[in-house]
């Protein structure tokens, strides 16, 4: 079983709806969680990070956690033709030192 | 890309030989780390660095050695590229502690023929 879950997709939603992505951990001791957004060709860029329990907004971007299931989630309002890329969920370590990343989900955003 | 660069940005090379791709940053954090991006694989952390002269092994470290001397620099050497090895190499910064987030690098694309 891998350690930092994603739906692959891809996740076709139309422009102007809400798009909601899943990603599931393993580890319990895990204590940080981010979203990362990377556009095809492209590096990694940090979106979003959350810590605690409940729900952290940030513009259009959503992210949820709930450390007692082991699962974040993120929300994107309006879905823009502009956010259409793989979201990759990232899990650090008890020590706080590495990421462990899920296989990303794409999400297309139809005009 | 939150000052750090990466070189080169693209390599092709034979089987066989020697690679070295350097990793070098701005910021003055004390974490930097390698990772490899595969299709069906994701990101997969190969070595990092908790500081000058200290390293350790990621979860896909054989055939693949580092080094940093100095802060601002991270270098990755293949000693012996083999065609496996062949994928997108990004660079990541992190200040370190328990809420720690990295930046990552621009990347740098390796084939080995």
């Known amino acids: 079983q891998k350690e930092v879950e994603q739906n692959s997709g891809p996740l076709s939603v139309p422009e102007g709806a809400i798009a909601s992505l899943n990603c599931t951990y393993s580890d319990r001791g895990s204590q940080s969680f981010f979203w990362y957004r990377q556009y095809s060709g492209k590096s990694p860029e940090l979106i979003m990070s959350?810590?605690?329990?409940g729900d952290k907004e940030d513009g259009r971007f959503t992210a949820q956690l709930n450390k007692a299931s082991q699962y974040v989630s993120l929300l994107i309002r309006d879905s823009q033709p502009s956010d259409s890329a793989t979201y990759l969920c990232?899990?650090?370590?008890?020590?706080?030192?590495?990421?462990?990343f899920g296989g990303g989900t794409r999400v297309l955003v139809k005009p | 890309d939150a000052g750090i660069t990466q070189s080169p940005r693209h390599k092709v090379t034979e089987t066989g030989t020697p690679v070295t791709l350097r990793c070098h940053q701005t910021e003055n954090h004390r974490y930097m780390y390698w990772y490899r991006q595969d299709p069906g694989h994701g990101l997969r952390l190969i070595h990092y660095?908790?500081?000058?002269?200290?390293?350790d092994k990621g979860e896909v470290s054989d055939g693949y050695s580092v080094s940093r001397s100095k802060t601002e620099d991270f270098l990755l050497t293949l000693e012996s590229a083999t065609s496996s090895q062949t994928s997108v190499y990004f660079c990541a910064i992190g200040a370190g502690g328990g809420t720690d987030t990295q930046y990552f690098g621009p990347g740098t694309r390796l084939t080995v023929l």
């Open positions: 959350i810590y605690s329990n």
């Open positions: 990232a899990v650090n370590n008890a020590a706080g030192n590495k990421l462990t």
């Open positions: 660095s908790y500081g000058v002269k200290d390293t």
